[in-house]
Nanobody
Framework: QVQYVESGGGLVQPGGSLRLSCRAS????????MAWYRRAPGKARELVAA????????NYADSVRGRFTISRDNTKNTVFLQMDNLKPEDSAVYYC????????????WGQGTQVTVSS
């Protein structure tokens, strides 16, 4: 059974930082790229950042490039998202899923972790 457990969200002021974690289980983690997505109220879910299965390649949405860094620890089946210089428009629920360009487990999303950027 595929499971994703996201954590690390919270309330932060503009310009602040957060580090999100997502622990995955139920599939062979090392054979998939991994990605972070976010969904803001009234908007569609969007891919924010992705990392290849061997951490050799990464990709970022234009809106976060230079501020967010994705990484993974294959020994712990965990993917991270370091978010720096946060902006109010980064406020959303953040999710992870397998896949570099598209969600592999589109029917198995975790509960997500809420990020709120506000003064």
């Amino acid at each position: 059974q595929v499971q994703y457990v996201e954590s690390g969200g919270g309330l932060v002021q503009p310009g602040g930082s957060l580090r999100l974690s997502c622990r995955a289980s139920g599939f062979t983690f090392t054979t998939y790229g991994m990605a972070w997505y976010r969904r803001a109220p009234g908007k569609a879910r969007e891919l924010v950042a992705a990392v290849a299965k061997s951490s050799g390649s990464t990709n970022y949405a234009d809106s976060v490039r230079g501020r967010f860094t994705i990484s993974r620890d294959n020994t712990k089946n965990t993917v991270f998202l370091q978010m720096d210089n946060l902006k109010p428009e980064d406020s959303a629920v953040y999710y992870c899923n397998a896949g570099f360009k598209h969600a592999v487990h589109d029917n198995s999303w975790g509960q997500g972790t809420q990020v709120t950027v506000s003064s």
